[in-house]
C-alpha cells in the first residue's frame, strides 16, 4: 500500500478491510514528518505521544468490530491558531511562545470525537496576518513543490503539510483568503465555509467579522466529509448557525446551472498564463453542459481598500488582550506583586505593556494594530470604519443581485502563481494584493472553494467557485463535477 497516495476515502476503506492499521498509518506520516518537515517546515510542533495513542484506541474498535466514522485514525494537521488542549498554541508570534492552550477549539472537540489522530499544529503568518508565511516568528514554510517558494498565507503550514503528504488533512482559517489562496498554490483543495457554518470559538481572534475555519484536503470529497464533521452550531459561539447535511442538499445536473463570471477578475495585472488556465477550467465547465454568462461586481475594486480598514480595525481591538501581564512574553521581571500591591507607579506598568508588545509582535502586526488603531481613533471613524461599512454592505449586495441571474460565480482563486520567497517581503502592498480575488468573499461571508484547475510548468493555478450564502454543499458538489 502506498500510503502517499491515500486519501481519505480511500484510507477509511483500507482501514475497515484491515489492509493497514492505524497505527501503522500514523507511524508511516509521523516518520514522514520527521525526515521531511526540517527543509519545508509545515509543522511548528508534534505531538506523537498523543498520536500514537489515539491510533492504538482506533485499531481496538476495528478489531472488536465497533462502528468508525470516516475521519477515525486519520491523521491531520491544525493550524496554529486553533486550541489543542495541553498543546502550545502560539498563533505563530513570540508573543505567545511557549503558551498552552487550557480546552480545546470547538472543532478540534468534533475532530476527537470523530477519532481523527491531530499530528500537531501547522505554521502560519504571525496571528493569521500575511500571505506567504513568511511573517511566522518561528520561520517561514517552504512550498513542497518548489522549495524557493512560498506556500501562500496566512495558512501555508496546513497547506503545505497536505501537499507534502505529511497529513490527509488539515485545518486552516481564512479572514481574507487564507484557506483558499495557500491552497492554489500547493495544488491542493481548499474551502472557506459560510460565515458562522463553522465555530469560531478556540479559533485565536484576528478579524471577528471575517475570520473563518474550514479544511484542506486533497479532493474535494475529502474536503466535503471534513466539513461535514465540523460544522454546525455551537452555543460557545453566538455567530455560530445550523447548515443542513451534505445528504440533505440537492443534487443537480450541471445543465440546469448558470455560471457567471465577473469581468472585473479578469483584469490588468493577472497573470496571463493563470488567465488562460482558469478559462480553460471555465470552458470545461461549459462543455459539461453548464451555461456560462459574464456578470459584473461592481464594486471589487473597493473591496482591497475596505478590507484593510475593516480588518485592521478589528486586529487592534482583538490584540488588546496581548498586554504582557495576562498570558503569553512579558517584560516584566520587575513588576511583581506583593500582598496585593504593586511595587511600581502605573507608569512603570505602561513600560511593561509596551516592551511586551514591542518586543513580543512582529513587524507585519505592529503595522496593522496601529493602521487599525488609527481608523477608529477620533476623528477618523467616520472617514474610515464607517465608510468601509458601508462599502462592505455594496459588495455583500453586488453578490445578492449576482446570484439572483447565476447559481455560482467562477474566479481565479489568485492573479499569479506562487512567487518566490522573500518577492514581496519588502512591499506590503504588493504582498495584500495576492488576496485581491479572495477578500470580497470574506466581506460578504459567502462559502468559497478553490480548487487545482492546471499547471504552469509545474507550479498550481487555482480555480476559485463562490456560492450564495448557506450553498456550501452545493459549492462542493460542483467542484467534485471538475475533479471527476
Avoid: W
Avoid at 213 to 224: S, Y
Avoid at 368 to 389: D, K, N
Avoid at 449 to 468: A, D, E, R, T, Y
Amino acid at each position: 500500500m502506498n500510503f502517499e497516495d491515500l486519501t481519505i476515502e480511500k484510507a477509511h476503506q483500507s482501514l475497515l478491510k484491515k489492509e493497514f492499521s492505524a497505527l501503522e498509518l500514523t507511524k508511516f506520516f509521523l516518520e514522514r514528518v520527521e525526515k521531511e518537515n526540517p527543509k519545508i517546515f509545515a509543522f511548528l510542533k508534534i505531538d506523537e505521544k498523543s498520536a500514537i495513542t489515539q491510533a492504538k484506541k482506533i485499531d481496538e474498535k476495528i478489531l472488536t468490530g465497533q462502528k468508525i466514522s470516516y475521519l477515525a485514525g486519520i491523521p491531520c494537521g491544525i493550524k496554529d491558531n486553533i486550541l489543542v488542549e495541553g498543546l502550545e498554541c502560539t498563533a505563530g508570534s513570540k508573543i505567545l511562545k511557549n503558551y498552552i492552550a487550557p480546552y480545546d477549539a470547538t472543532v478540534v472537540k468534533k475532530l476527537k470525537e470523530e477519532g481523527a489522530i491531530i499530528l500537531g499544529k501547522t505554521n502560519l503568518d504571525e496571528f493569521a496576518m500575511g500571505s506567504s508565511t513568511e511573517y511566522s516568528f518561528f520561520g517561514p514554510t517552504k512550498n513542497p513543490i518548489d522549495l524557493k517558494r512560498t506556500p501562500g498565507g496566512s495558512s501555508g503550514g496546513s497547506a503545505a503539510a497536505v501537499a507534502a503528504n505529511f497529513c490527509l488533512f488539515a485545518l486552516g482559517s481564512d479572514t481574507g483568503g487564507s484557506i483558499r489562496q495557500p491552497a492554489a498554490f500547493c495544488g491542493i483543495v481548499g474551502f472557506k465555509p459560510t460565515y458562522g457554518a463553522v465555530s469560531r470559538f478556540g479559533l485565536i481572534a484576528f478579524a471577528s467579522s471575517l475570520d473563518q475555519i474550514g479544511p484542506m484536503t486533497k479532493t474535494v470529497r475529502d474536503c466535503e466529509i471534513v466539513f461535514e464533521a465540523i460544522k454546525g452550531k455551537d452555543e460557545m459561539d453566538s455567530t455560530s448557525i445550523e447548515i443542513p447535511s451534505a445528504s440533505h442538499s440537492t443534487t443537480f445536473s450541471l445543465k440546469d446551472i448558470k455560471i457567471g463570471v465577473p469581468k472585473e477578475y479578469f483584469i490588468k495585472g493577472i497573470d496571463p498564463e493563470v488567465e488562460k488556465v482558469v478559462k480553460k477550467a471555465i470552458k470545461k465547465y461549459e462543455e459539461m453542459g453548464a451555461k456560462i454568462e459574464e456578470i459584473s461586481l461592481p464594486h471589487t475594486e473597493y473591496a482591497l481598500p475596505c478590507y484593510y480598514i475593516l480588518a485592521p480595525a478589528e486586529a487592534s481591538s482583538n490584540l488588546a488582550r496581548y498586554d504582557g501581564i495576562k498570558y503569553g512574553y512579558s517584560k516584566n521581571s520587575k513588576v511583581k506583586s506583593q500582598n496585593s500591591k504593586v511595587k511600581r507607579q502605573n507608569s512603570k506598568v505602561l513600560d511593561v505593556y509596551f516592551e511586551s508588545r514591542g518586543e513580543g509582535f512582529g513587524p507585519e502586526v505592529k503595522r496593522r494594530i496601529m493602521l487599525g488603531t488609527f481608523t477608529l481613533s477620533a476623528g477618523y471613524f467616520e472617514a474610515y470604519y464607517l465608510r468601509a461599512q458601508k462599502v462592505r454592505l455594496l459588495i455583500k449586495k453586488d453578490f445578492e443581485e449576482a446570484f439572483k441571474k447565476v447559481d455560482f460565480i467562477f474566479t481565479p482563486t489568485t492573479p499569479t502563481l506562487p512567487f518566490l520567497l522573500g518577492e514581496k517581503l519588502k512591499d506590503p502592498v504588493l504582498m495584500y494584493l495576492s488576496d485581491i480575488f479572495t477578500v470580497p468573499v470574506n466581506l460578504a461571508g459567502l462559502p468559497a472553494i478553490s480548487i487545482p484547475c492546471g499547471k504552469i510548468g509545474n507550479l498550481p493555478v487555482g480555480l476559485q467557485i463562490i456560492g450564495p450564502a448557506f450553498s456550501d454543499f452545493r459549492v462542493i458538489q460542483i467542484a467534485k463535477f471538475y475533479e471527476t
